[in-house]
């Protein structure tokens, strides 16, 4: 959550996350559906595990695109920039 604060502002890259994710509720012929409904009502077990995998893969992909803006804008400071040096050792 501390990065996609740092990055929210950036219309490209909450676009971007957006699209990975597509977590709204939406409203379909009268009916309201989340995001879990819609994405795991009439699934099998199989299919829910693809589909946990597949956000678990979203996920890393949301960090790494994060990660990327905040390091070619450098908008990390203090103890972020600590944490950084240490990854790279």
């Known amino acids: 959550q501390l990065l996609l604060m740092k990055v929210d502002k950036n219309p490209e890259i909450k676009l971007e996350l957006d699209k990975l ?3 709204e509720d939406i409203n379909e012929y009268e009916y309201h559906k989340t995001w ?4 795991f009502k ?3 077990l199989y299919t829910t595990l693809i589909q946990l995998s597949n ?6 992909i949301a960090e790494n695109i994060c ?7 450098k908008k990390f400071t203090g103890v972020e920039k600590a ?3 240490q990854l790279d050792s």
Do not use: A, V
Request: charged share 40%.
């Open 55 to 60: 956000i678990d893969r979203n996920i890393r």
């Open 83 to 85: 944490s950084n040096e």
């Open 21 to 23: 994710f597509e977590l």
């Open 36 to 39: 879990e409904f819609r994405k």
């Open 67 to 73: 990660l990327r803006y905040l390091l070619r804008n």
């Open 42 to 44: 009439n699934n099998g």
